[in-house]
């Protein structure tokens, strides 16, 4: 049972703000890590499912722990055609004078950015013999101001030295805000809005969880922006549609979506909605009972709060990459950061629905910074022997007919009441839909 769960406790208070009783196991096993990343795929899965029953799903909440820790990585199986790479040709760790450094590339602006900055065209051994010349500190500072994505490997005390750490030391699992009283709504989530403006990786998860238990999911994005190697991932049942938020046009089709949503879920950096004209206070004149839940990489304080960042440059950030002691990084074997974050952005998505049925509105803000924080509080021996291994029997009989072709993919880890999400859209390519409710 979950109260065996070392991250339970902690997940309630900061989500339902007291403790609730834990959900059901099935399933067994690990995966290789120095951090207890299975314990986290399962309480993190399981507090969704366990805020679905509180809202008024009811029944018994049960998680599947093999499987839970197979969604917290890909979960498709191509049925005559491959999957892209998931990372580009430059992305990756790389030795500087003083250390590692991690480029996050996948983005081409990104890229650009970060060889600009190193002076080199798009070769690897070109980046790694420019970055050799650099020290690490230095060299992921030019990458950001180049409005790029870098990462010097930190260990965990250095973190907890660094302003950043020290900041995010002072803040809550989630930032809840109390907006007031409201007008009770009765909860549906058949037709339930949920306007989706998040990127890779956490914010598509919590809202592909909606999707499945009913939630009408539109994602926007700009039309530039493109994931192919997770898109087959995180548009699973929503409607996806595309608008450049610097056209006036754009902008304004934007905010007549907002006046009909119920829920709007956002992973942009802290300042960026607010330099489109976005900020708090005109989402809460659009539509004052409209939910709003927000995500960011590093924090809601300190230095870095308006920094882009990615899994795995926090994991190089905070001490979680260098947590093996060899001197090189060594990374969580699944993006487990995006993944928890994401299934805490759905629990506190379904308690803030609770909350204003009963007449009280509130909002939340997350980031993968202070969840890694609370998985680095549980360190584990690293164990292959036993690890779980993604093999056919995982896989749903379905067949999925996904906008790039068929396939097979996990079975859902969560049941309650002995009923999985299921997911009436198939994933598919970006900005293939109208900027329109369903």
């Known amino acids: ?38 314990d986290l795929a399962e309480a993190s899965i399981g507090l969704a499912g366990v805020a679905l029953a509180r809202l008024g799903a009811h029944g018994k909440v049960v998680v599947d722990r093999r499987l839970a820790s197979l969604w917290f990585d890909m979960t498709l199986r191509p049925l005559g055609w491959e999957a892209g790479s998931l990372w580009d040709a430059i992305a990756g760790n790389y030795q500087c004078k003083d250390g590692w450094i991690r480029l996050h590339t996948n983005a081409p602006h990104h890229r650009d950015a970060a060889l600009s900055v190193l002076q080199v065209p798009v070769d690897r051994d070109a980046v790694a013999k420019a970055v050799l010349e650099w020290e690490g500190e230095a060299l992921e500072a030019a990458i950001v101001t180049a409005h790029g994505c870098a990462a010097f490997m930190r ?7 660094h302003p950043q750490g020290r900041a995010l030391a002072t803040e ?45 999911v539109l994602r926007i994005d700009p039309p530039t922006w493109n994931e192919p190697s997770v898109e087959m991932e995180v548009t699973l049942g929503k409607r996806c549609a595309g608008l450049d938020l610097r056209q006036a046009d754009d902008l304004a089709r934007l905010k007549e979506l907002m006046r009909e949503a119920d829920v709007f879920v956002h992973g942009y950096r802290a300042d960026a909605l607010e ?10 004149a659009l539509n004052p009972e409209m939910i709003d839940v927000s995500l960011n990489a590093y924090g809601w304080s300190g230095p870095m709060v308006a920094r882009r960042g990615f899994d795995s440059l926090v994991q190089m950030s905070c001490g979680i990459a260098a947590a093996s002691g060899a001197g090189k990084p060594v ?21 803030s629905l609770r909350a ?19 998985l680095m509080q549980e360190t584990c021996a690293f164990e292959r022997e036993g690890a779980i291994e993604k093999n056919a029997r995982d896989f749903s009989d379905m067949v999925e007919a996904t906008g790039w072709g068929d396939a097979h993919r996990v079975t859902p880890p969560l049941k309650i009441d002995g009923k999985a999400p299921k997911w009436h859209i198939p994933a598919g390519p970006l900005r293939r839909h109208s900027a329109a409710w369903a």
Not at 332 to 346: E, I, K, N
């Open 356 to 374: 204003r049925s009963e007449g009280v509105l509130k909002s939340a803000k997350l980031s993968l910074a202070r969840t890694a924080r609370l």
């Open 275 to 284: 330099k489109l004209g976005l900020g708090v206070e005109v989402r809460r």
């Open 172 to 216: 809550p699992l989630v930032h809840w805000e109390d907006h007031g009283a409201c007008a009770p709504r009765e909860v549906s989530f058949e037709g339930l809005k949920v306007l989706d403006l998040t990127r890779v990786l956490a914010g598509p998860v919590a809202t592909r969880l909606l999707a499945g238990f009913g939630a009408n």
């Open 331 to 351: 990374p969580l074997p699944v993006q487990a950061l995006d993944h928890a974050t994401g299934y805490l952005v759905a629990a506190c998505v379904l308690e």
């Open 155 to 161: 260990t965990s005390q250095e973190w907890e030295a």
């Open 1 to 38: 049972m979950a109260e065996f769960n070392p991250f339970w406790d902690k997940l309630c208070d900061g989500v339902f703000g007291e403790r609730v009783a834990p959900y059901g196991v099935t399933g067994e096993g690990h995966l290789p890590s120095y951090f207890r990343t299975s």
